[in-house]
């Protein structure tokens, strides 16, 4: 009975502080809100990190760093610093165990997406995701030496459409002197989006980045070029490759062929496994993916800190209110309980509030993640994780709600009958 | 028949960390609707003693009887319940809860003692037919009123629907302190009758502490606490 009361006289008390009572509800809606983002981006950046490859049991460079082969080969990030002669990638992949193999020459680009030279083979035996191949949107595969399949973001940023002639240029720039413009591509194929980097890349064949470089030595032009057609009569199989992924037979050879490979005779070479790879990567970014946390979990503190002063506050301001009910016969507890559920209230309110905005934008917004990043943000209901700060932030402001209440207790019984002001 | 309503005998009362009594009463007896006005200084301890009837202190020494119940010797929520029943209370100032309606502001000393709201009922048939009855006959009597927020009101209405609120129910005490000292003078005049017939109209015994001897005449029973308190310091 009197509890009800209480929560009512709440109610009408905290309507009658509408503005800063409602600022308070922001700051901590904001915070869980806050809290609620930093972990869906966190699950789906981690999700989608791991998305990028599947499939593939080992992949192999020149040797230098795993976390460094694993940027360039699959994220397309970085430099390779050395290259892998063709010769080894034949024999390696005669071995009885290598079920499909796709070499990757990469090193040119066009206005600034990385250009992959590859082979067909990669159309049919890449997966991504939870094992996915690629599909094409429209078009094909590329089958002549100047054919180049694009990755959807290709596509839409350029606003390229099948049979569009591209320049691919040297190396990153996008100068004049390292356009490859006497040797244009065409645009065959047009994948579909894969939120991955296969997205932002685009497709050449192994022969194609071959007639590109044939009339260059060290970097730039020679005197004497030779037209893509002529290029094309000449013997375009390639001397050397970036890298190059390996499917096995067997899962069980995976350690066996990657000791194999790392004590390769015949050139330095280092074999990494793709899932280990992107577990020491994810170390690496972990840092700054906790230090989001870090930093949400401190606007928390701080709003709830906020929410204490807020209280204590008011709380000067409420005595004369607490005389007036302690004379009606309302008791010390009472005082209490008013005012420790007017800071659950807030935490309440601030949970649901928080919740709210966070539904609100999520659908707003899950188009545009999925085309800007690539992000598919699936609209589930809350997990443990979210239960969980809804339910920390609401413990919290109960107990924040014990420091005003006992306060008022205290008061309550030392000021009597007195008016305060 | 005189009833005797209120007895204190050989009171005495300290805060925690003083040296001295501030109250020191032998011996003070009230009986039922008596109208008494208890004159003192500000600061002579004249809410002390309202704290100790209305039993939110408990004194260092003695018995205060109400209604034939020793309260010094009730627990704390037994003593909290006791003035919901049964005593009214007005303050000298800011007696309203800003937040609330006029109506809720009345009714909210029935809130805390279902003793008071059964006797409002049984007066009137609803708790805002009560308040209405009692606001009319302070002459506040609109029912559009009830509705106002309280901070739209004057001081004056603001002790009435105080005055309203402490009637509610019909305690047997209504004790007011101070409840003119912040009104016009012609308006407390009014306001001091419309108190004393109300308690009368509801048999009701009235504690009046003011400070103010010009309000004296209008009382059957006068009191000085400084000739009252034997604990006077020199």
Known sequence: MKLLLLINLTFKSLLNRRFT???????????????????????????????TISGTDIIVGARSGSVQLLLYSVFRIGNATNNIGWKSYEEITAHPLVEWHIPISLGDSHRGYRVMGTTTDYFEHFRYARDIPLEFAIGEPFAGVYGAVIGADVARELGYQLEEKIILSHGMQDTHFSKHDDKPFTVVGILEKTGTPVDRTIHVSLAGIEALHIDWQGGTRSKKTISAEEAMQMDLQPRQITAFMLGLKSKMAVFRIQRAINEYRKEPLLAILPGVALGELWSLIGVAEKALLIVSVLVLVNSLVGLLTVLLTSLNERRREIAILR???????HVFILLTTESFLFGVLGCLFGAILYYVLLLAGQSLFVEQFGLYIPITWFGMYELMIFGLVMATSLLIGFVPGYRA???????GMAIKL | MTENVLQISDLRFRWPNSQRDLLAISSLSVNRGEKVFIKGASGSGKTTLLSLVGGVHVPTAGEIRLLGKDITRLSLSRRDHFRADHIGYIFQLFNLIPYLSVLDNIVLSCRFSTTRAEKALRQSGSLEEEALRLL????LGDRQFLRQPVVNLSVGQQQRVATARALMGSPEFIIADEPTSALDSDVR??????????????DST?????????????FERSLSLQSLNEAVSA
């Open chain 1, 21 to 51: 009572a409602g600022l308070t509800i922001l700051s901590i809606s904001l915070s869980v809100f806050l809290l609620l983002s930093v972990e869906t981006v966190r699950s789906e950046a981690r999700s989608s990190f791991a998305n």
């Open chain 2, 136 to 139: 009319d006959h302070l002459e």
């Open chain 1, 409 to 415: 207790y205290r008061h309550s019984l030392a000021d």
């Open chain 2, 206 to 218: 009235l504690l009046f502490v003011s400070h103010d001897s010009y309000l004296e005449p209008a």
């Open chain 1, 327 to 333: 004379s009606l016969g309302c008791r010390p507890i």
């Open chain 2, 189 to 202: 005049e009014k306001f001091l009758a419309l108190l004393i017939q109300e308690c009368e109209l509801a």
